[in-house]
């Protein structure tokens, strides 16, 4: 069993920078992938980022890749989301999640965060 807490969520006008965590505990963290995910409201959860699980080897959505940058430390089981140039449409709930696999299929991934907000004013 693994519990995943995000933070790092808030208000920031376009253009601005965040950075989100996900702290984790129970089991080994190292022996997970990890994602972020995001929900904006009245559309479906999509894949944003995900990381291997030595964060050798990273992954992004079209939509992130350039502006957003997933990292962790498994000293510390957290991983990150460097988020830069946001824009309005990143608006959402972002989640991250713990897996066996490196993939961004959300239905491979076996625990979740309850989420934080991001709103990206105009």
């Known amino acids: 069993q693994v519990q995943l807490v995000e933070s790092g969520g808030g208000l920031v006008q376009a253009g601005g920078s965040l950075r989100l965590s996900c702290a984790a505990s129970g089991r080994a963290f190292s022996s997970y992938a990890m994602g972020w995910f995001r929900q904006a409201p009245g559309k479906e959860r999509e894949f944003v980022a995900a990381?291997?699980?030595?964060?050798?080897?990273?992954y992004y959505a079209d939509s992130v890749k350039g502006r957003f940058t997933i990292s962790r430390d498994n000293a510390k089981n957290t991983v990150y989301l460097r988020m830069n140039s946001l824009k309005p449409e990143d608006t959402a709930v972002y989640y991250c999640?713990?897996?066996?696999?490196?993939?961004?299929?959300?239905?491979?991934?076996?625990?979740w965060g309850q989420g934080t907000q991001v709103t990206v004013s105009s």
């Open positions: 999640a713990a897996g066996p696999i490196f993939v961004r299929d959300q239905g491979k991934y076996d625990y």
């Open positions: 990381i291997n699980r030595t964060g050798g080897i990273t």
